[in-house]
């Protein structure tokens, strides 16, 4: 397991903005099939009007959207590896998803897709997915009033359930007999960019739901430091399993900046159309890494 960092590839430039940077080239790594897992980032957005965060990173990697990212034309997977958009694309994601597993019951909804997919996938196979952001809100309010045992406890029901689903993902013979499998994942971005300031500056208002516990103005890092710390220790037990820095490529680009340089929705917690192409680019910088 590695963390590929989306700013630092032999292709491209120094650039300020991840979202502007197209490799130009296609992954020699050829996959047959792609499974999407993981939350609303990997599935359908927030379930409200979506023409704001349309097209997701997901479909923009199989098939670009010539009209709107014409720089990245020739750049998916359907045109570099002749893949068929709908045949050879298996989504199991599903929007509010958590790899949390608890000792009461709690069943992590990640490892609940992994074990769904189908036996037999026509390889290599590559897996694509999001996850974190929803088990990271679940367990906000432990962080704020200082609930050290309760927070750890969430941390390591997270670690739990995720290292399960790599697990399952990567195991011999999960997907036929002699079946590559690489898993690319991202770990989990910070809406305020570490500040601990939830303020969605393009409308001047307050960030909605648990954001609001946060108090304004009190660092962020320490706390999310350890969720993606753990995820990447988890990560690197499972080969084949690859963490992509999503909390990096969002470096300037949180809910307190100006809607020209903001890649979140309007509710702070989901990316926008531009928060996705980003996320494409992170992705297809991965594929293009893997041998």
Same mark, same amino acid.
């Given at each position: ?12 430039? +120094? ?72 045949? +050879? ?44 952001g929803n088990d990271l809100l679940s367990g906000l309010t432990n962080v704020v009033f200082g609930n050290t045992e309760k927070a750890k406890a969430d941390l390591d029901a997270y670690v739990s359930g995720f290292g399960a689903a790599m697990a399952e993902l990567t195991k011999p013979g999960r997907f036929g007999a ?51 710390? +753990?995820?990447?220790?988890?990560? +690197? ?55």
């Amino acid at each position: 397991m590695c963390i590929r960092d989306s700013a630092s590839t032999s292709n491209d430039a +120094a650039v300020a903005d991840a979202g502007n940077v197209t490799p130009k080239v296609c992954p020699t790594s050829v996959h047959k099939t792609i499974v999407v897992v993981g939350d609303s980032i990997s599935d359908v957005g927030s379930g409200e009007t979506r023409a704001e965060q349309e097209p997701f990173y997901r479909t923009l990697l199989v098939k670009n959207d010539d009209e709107r990212h014409a720089d990245w034309t020739g750049y998916d997977l359907a045109t570099c590896w002749k893949l068929d958009a709908k045949k +050879a694309v298996v989504k199991a994601s599903v929007g509010g998803a958590i790899a949390t597993e608890k000792a009461d019951g709690q069943r992590s909804i990640l490892v609940e897709q992994a074990k769904s997919l189908p036996t037999a996938l026509e390889g290599p196979v590559l897996v694509v997915g999001t996850i974190g952001g929803n088990d990271l809100l679940s367990g906000l309010t432990n962080v704020v009033f200082g609930n050290t045992e309760k927070a750890k406890a969430d941390l390591d029901a997270y670690v739990s359930g995720f290292g399960a689903a790599m697990a399952e993902l990567t195991k011999p013979g999960r997907f036929g007999a002699g079946v590559k499998v690489d898993v690319l994942i991202t770990n989990i971005f910070d809406p305020s960019d570490g500040t601990g300031r939830f303020r969605f500056t393009p409308e001047d208002r307050k960030c909605a739901g648990a954001f609001q516990l946060w108090p304004e103005g009190q660092p962020t890092e320490p706390s999310l430091v350890q969720w993606n710390s +753990a995820m990447t220790a988890e990560a +690197a037990k499972y080969p084949g399993v690859a963490l992509l820095d999503l909390k990096a490529i969002y470096k300037g680009h949180d809910v307190n900046q100006p809607a020209e340089t903001n890649w979140f929705y309007k509710d702070c917690i989901h990316p926008n159309s531009a928060g996705h192409h980003a996320i494409r680019t992170l992705f297809w910088k991965g594929i293009v890494g893997l041998k």
